[in-house]
């Protein structure tokens, strides 16, 4: 099993700009695709970006591409997440995931391993 720990999390003011960690340890395969989820109150998990450890593939959701980059220190067992140009509706806790295989998805189900998740507000 792996684990996975974020940080990062935090307040700003729309417009700003955070970076999340996603820190793994245990059972970590370099051949499982990374991700990452949110959810704000209410609402369901939503996938957010995704990433494989070896090469420059990188897939987004619709809502934060340009403004997003998810990339990873291999050697460092860490996932980043660079947010720019925040805004108050990406306010959400933010969720690192592993996959169960090697394929990329935007779905919950397809991943296997989940941080507790670190908390971003956007404050307008």
């Known amino acids: 099993q792996v684990q996975l720990v974020e940080s990062g999390g935090g307040l700003v003011q729309a417009g700003g700009s955070l970076r999340l960690l996603c820190r793994a340890s245990g059972r970590t395969d370099s051949n499982r695709p990374m991700a990452w989820f949110r959810q704000a109150p209410g609402k369901d998990r939503e996938f957010v970006a995704a990433m494989r450890w070896t090469g420059s593939t990188t897939y987004y959701a619709d809502s934060v591409k340009g403004r997003f980059t998810i990339s990873g220190d291999n050697a460092k067992n860490t996932v980043y997440l660079q947010m720019n140009s925040l805004k108050p509706e990406d306010t959400a806790v933010y969720y690192c995931?592993?996959?169960?295989?090697?394929?990329?998805?935007?779905?919950?189900?397809?991943?296997?391993?989940w941080g507790q998740g670190t908390q971003v507000t956007v404050s307008s």
């Open positions: 995931a592993a996959s169960r295989g090697g394929y990329i998805t935007q779905m919950t189900q397809d991943f296997g391993s």
